[in-house]
Structure formats: C-alpha cells, structure tokens
C-alpha cells in the first residue's frame, strides 16, 4: 500500500473463528451457522468462500454476522449466486483485528490474483513482512493491509508448482508453512478441487469434526457439534485435509502424523441459551451442575483424588520444592484461591504469576518446580508460552482446562479437566468456579502424593466440596436482591471491592467482571491496604462491595474486616455486604446487605463469587450494554 511503512502494513489477526466444510449439505448454511456458534469468542469482520463446479466464491463484510448474512440473502438473488446455492464445499471466519481497520478489504477470505484460491487464518505470521516484499517485488498485487494475505499468495504460487494429484494442495500449504514464522491456523479451499478442504495450525487452534458422508475443521468444537460429536484432536505443525469421506493428517514436512480422536460429552443444546436473555446468565445457573461434573469421579473407593492424565511420578511429585501457578484474567484469580488452598493443605510455598509476564522476568525453575498452567480454552497464548518456558527449564506442568485436546493439557505433563462445559459468554463466570475446585482437587492430590494429609483427611474436604453445589444454588434462587441492587448503582461512576484472605482474589474478580462488562472504573482491593493509600478514594456515597468472612473458625478475619468496614462507612461510603446466614454483628454497618450459605473459609469463593457475577451482569443489562459480547474483548486470546 503506497506511502505505508512495513511497520504500519503489520495488521495482524488473532481470537478468530475458523469454520470448514465438504459434505453433501449446502455448504454455506453450514458454515454460517457454524460461525454464529463461534460468535462468542468476538469478531469484527466475517466472510465466507464456497467451490462448485469449477468455480469458487467468496462474501465479506465488516461488522456483524448479519451485514454477512444480508450479502447473501442478496446474492442469492442475483445472477452471481449459483456458486453458493450449489456449493457443497466452504470454509468460513470471523475475524477480531488484533491491529487495523476492521473493514470489508481487511475481513477474511482472502484470495489469490486469479481467485483460485481462499485463504483464512487466525494468529499473527511474524515474517509477513519480508515475504510480502518478495512478493510485491515479483509484481504480486495486494488488496489488504492482512499478513493473511501474504499466506494466499505464497499459496498459489506454491500450487502452482505442486505435483498434480490428490495432495497437490495439501502439499503446497506444506510448503507455505515451512516458510512461515509465528502463530497460525490457516484453512484454504481450490476452485479446481470442490470437495477438498486443507487446514494447517502452529501454536493455534484447530480441530477435526468427524461426520458420516462429511467431515469439518474448526477453531472450536462448537462449530459443528450440531452434526457431529466425533473429533480428531491436531498437533503442532501438522496439515490436514478433509473431503467427505476421508481425513488425512501429516506433518509440515510431508510424513504421516499421528492424531488422536475423541468425543465431545455435550451437544449442540449445551450452546443455547434456553430461554435466557443472555449466555451468561444461563452459566451463572449452570455453575452448581459444574462444579458437581468437576468433582464426579475424582475420588476413589479409598479415598484417593484420581485427576485425568497424569505421566508424572508420585517419586518426582514428592521432589516438588514450590509451585507456580501461570494464568491471565480470570484464571489468574483463580490461582490465587489455589494458592491459599495449596500452601495450607500440602505445606509448599505457591507463586501465582500472570502468563504473560512469567518468561519474562527469567523465573527460577527446575525439575522440583511444578508449573500449574490454568486456561479455560487451553488456547490462551500467553499462558501456552509460560508453559513452554517452564518445560524448556524442566519444569514438570500441570494443566487445569476445560477444553479436551486444547494445545496446553496436550503439551502439560498432567491434566485436570474443569468440564464445564462450553461457555459462550466472554466474561466467564461457570469456568472460574470449576478452575477453582479443580485446583483444590490438585492440591488434595498433592498432599495425598507426599503424605501430608491421610485418606480419610483428602475425603473430608471432597465431600465438603459435594455440598457445595447445593449451596451455589441457594445463592442463585434469591439472586434477585442482587438485582434490584444492581438497578440502585448503575449510574455510578465507580465501585471499590474488598475482601481478605480468599476474599482478597474473589474482590479482585468481582471488579474485573464489572470492568468487562459494565465498562465502570472498578478496583479491588486486600481490606488492609485500605489505609495504605486506596481509601483517599472514598467519597460521600461511593459503592464499596465488601465480602465478610465467615465469624465461624478464623474469626479474627471477620473482626479485622468489620474494623475496616467501619473505617469505610465512616467515611461517607454506601456498603455493599456480602456476609454468611447468621453473622449478625454486620447488619448495622450494611446499606445494602446479601446473605450467603455459611460454608468452610478455604471454599467460600464459590458462593461469594456468585452474587458479584450476577451484580456484573445486571449493572451493564442495566447500562444498555451487549453481556455476552462486551467491546474490545474475545474469548479466547490466541495472541501475545
């Protein structure tokens, strides 16, 4: 592009939704609805490419799925529209602009000079930009400002010297990847092959849906698990490809590759929203069947907590020295329960690390030193990126995920899957408490492995941890003070968050849920810095959110934290209580007060939690805002 430094031409494209199709089906239908299904994970772009009959067409449009959708209710009209009436072969994508204009010219597919060829791809091609002069100089034209685009070309000029056959496009998208740099999924269709479709990930997401008579690729499961619940999970730099009756796998360098194929334990209804008005709303109801899935299973007759996969020795777990645990966002937070857990059941010092700048600060690791990698996508970038440090210093990990055959369980040396389920809403509410219980189960398994704790002890605290279902869905039922609340201060301009000991992590997520998706200055705090500086915040009515622990136990946590309410209230603050049935002694002090089932101290973030998702949720339905998808965010960051 004229008078565009290589810098500025840097517009790269990660958190998108890939779809891809040869069937018998009328392909567009079938990759539309696959990419409604991927919505979730945030765009601002998608497009379509479908082959028939020797011919190959493509839509594109900036915005919403429906400017899409409406192009091709126009299409279909029109004398240009026999391709994609007919076509039984297509990929799709949404894209999310990590840099640059979210336009028409920028949307995905993109093709090859002569429209032979659609490309799409999600994740950033490092080395775009000295390919790309290689190719200008050689008279190639570009029509975006992608790095995509770079990979459509290279594509047809590698077909073009292909073998003829069968392969002949999977093995030019093998050539394209080996000059390739960085993170990608790529999915390419030919006009000349109808019913191929070739797909290739590196350090990006990518599955195989395995039908009768049809087969899939997409960037999550979601896509096609209304055809099909059979997959074939991809590894690292390999190239598939897909016709309707067969699926072939290989390396970049051509030799057979070996996969594995698994089936997905939920269905297509799992992704629905069943009447509610917003996905998140519907997996802040489905938490207590979460949690519940989460613990089934994991204790043994003799009482021992059994995880999902594990290739480590209890010889090399009874080495560990200290943990780390690597999680961004939401996760994070949840390994900072995790940590309280830990330490108090198996005596071993935790760190909790952000991912993104764990392998930055060239952190001290070793084979004593377990790495617990948290994600609920097991697709986030930065943290995939710590785990490879980690493993690079010989670090044994451990994943916790809710994603099956995702890159970071695959890549950990052990594994505890959430199942959760699929969590449509950004801003994730069932997948932090399941993250959550599962690191409690680590840590139980943990001190069974070293000695710390007996059976009998392990058992305790996991049927503890069965009641706790029950006990979410208490909070639940008489979630509806907490909406009126909501209404009370949606027009306020911020809110504080308290909390102490595991109320510390839960205040800090309850503010970054209000952040996502109210887009309100939100903080939360650890109740003693207050006198540390935060409290030259508080005003006459400023909303201060404040989670009590229980008096029951540890009380000097409850009276240290009725200490610091006062210091607040005195101030002009407007209390917002969350305090157990039966703590009388807070009442006085609350503007607004919400009662929770008392449960043990370590498992309170799991009902605490609740009602400030539901606060989250209301106070932006409240501010006119779209909960599901709030601006700017995506589901899953596939980028550094």
């Known amino acids: 592009m004229p008078g565009c430094s290589r810098a500025q031409l840097h517009y790269a494209d990660g958190m998108c939704g890939i779809v891809g199709y040869t069937g018998r089906q009328r392909a567009v239908d079938v990759v539309v609805d696959g990419l409604k299904r991927l919505e979730y994970r945030g765009y601002d772009s998608a497009g379509v490419a479908i082959v028939a009959d020797g011919k190959l067409d493509a839509q594109k449009r900036a915005g919403k799925l429906t400017n899409l959708t409406e192009a091709l209710k126009a299409q279909a009209t ?14 799709g994508h949404t894209r999310w602009a990590t840099h640059g204009a979210p336009n028409d010219l920028n949307a995905h597919p993109h093709l090859s000079e002569d429209g032979s060829i659609a490309l799409i791809h999600n994740g950033i091609i490092e080395n775009f930009a000295q390919l790309r002069g290689a190719l200008e100089r050689d008279g190639v034209f570009f029509a975006s400002e992608t790095d995509t685009e770079t990979a459509a070309h290279l594509l047809a000029r590698e077909y073009a010297n292909a073998p003829e056959g069968q392969d002949r496009l999977s093995e030019a998208m093998r050539r394209v990847c080996r000059q390739l740099e960085g ?12 019913q191929t479709v070739v797909g290739a990930r590196r350090n990006s997401p990518l599955v195989v849906g395995r039908g009768e008579g049809e087969n899939f690729l997409a960037s999550d499961v979601a896509a096609f698990i209304a055809h099909t619940r059979e997959a074939v999970e991809l590894g690292q730099d390999q190239v598939v490809r897909i016709s309707p009756t067969d699926i072939v796998v290989t390396n970049f360098d051509g030799t057979p590759a070996q996969t594995r194929e698994f089936h997905i334990d939920w269905d297509a209804s799992a992704a629905e929203k069943d009447g509610y008005d917003y996905f998140m709303l519907k997996e802040i109801a489905e938490q207590p069947r979460a949690i519940a899935d989460t613990l089934r299973g994991r204790l043994t007759g003799t009482g021992e907590v059994v995880l999902d996969d594990v290739h480590l020795t209890p010889a090399q777990l009874r080495e560990i020295d200290k943990v780390f645990v690597i999680a961004c966002g939401t996760a994070y937070h949840s390994g900072l329960v995790a940590k309280y857990a830990i330490e108090h059941w198996t005596r071993i010092p935790v760190e909790v690390e952000l991912a993104s700048e764990f392998r930055y600060r060239d952190p001290v690791l070793g084979p004593k030193t377990l790495c617990i990698a948290v994600s609920q996508s097991g697709e986030t970038m930065d943290t995939i990126m710590a785990l490879r440090h980690a493993k690079e210093q010989n670090a044994p990990v451990l994943a916790i995920c809710n994603t099956i055959g995702s890159t970071i369980p695959r890549e950990s040396d052990a594994v505890l899957y959430t199942r959760a ?5 950004v801003a994730s509410t069932k997948a932090f408490l ?29 049927r503890e941890l069965e009641e706790i279902p029950a006990a979410v869905q208490q909070v639940i039922e008489v979630s509806e003070p907490v909406r009126e609340i909501a209404q009370r201060l949606k027009d306020d301009k911020q809110i504080l968050f308290l909390g102490r000991h595991v109320g510390y992590p839960v205040a800090l ?13 939100a903080e939360g705090f650890a109740a003693g810095e207050l ?12 909303p201060v959110v404040v989670t009590v622990p229980s008096p029951k136990g540890r009380s000097v946590l ?4 009725v200490s610091n309410i006062q210091e607040v209230r005195a101030r002009g603050a407007k209390m917002i209580i969350i305090a157990e049935e039966g703590d009388d002694v807070v009442e006085e002090y609350a503007d607004e007060l919400i009662r929770v089932p008392h449960v043990p101290t ?3 973030p799991l009902v605490t939690t609740v009602p400030l998702q539901v606060l989250a949720c209301e106070i932006a339905s409240a501010r006119g805002h779209d909960v599901d998808q709030p601006r700017n965010l995506a589901k899953s960051v596939t980028v550094e």
Not at 78 to 87: H, L, Q, R, T, Y
Not at 183 to 194: G, I, K, Q, S
Not at 421 to 425: F, I, L, M, W
């Open 602 to 604: 370590l498992l309170a």
């Open 183 to 194: 993170a990608f999924t790529l999915l390419a269709v030919h006009r000349d092959e109808p």
């Open 434 to 462: 399941t993250q959550i219980v599962a690191a409690y189960l680590v840590g139980l398994y943990l001190a069974q492995v070293r000695g710390v704790k007996f059976g009998d002890e392990v058992s305790a605290v996991v």
């Open 78 to 91: 029109s004398a240009d529209g026999a391709v994609f009436e007919a076509g039984t072969t297509g990929i």
């Open 509 to 521: 997520e309850g503010a970054l849920k209000l952040k996502e998706l109210a887009y309100m200055h």
């Open 531 to 542: 006198k540390h500086g935060p409290i030259s915040l508080i005003e006459e009515g400023s």
């Open 421 to 425: 389920g699929p969590e449509v809403a």
């Open 558 to 561: 409850h009276d240290k934290m």
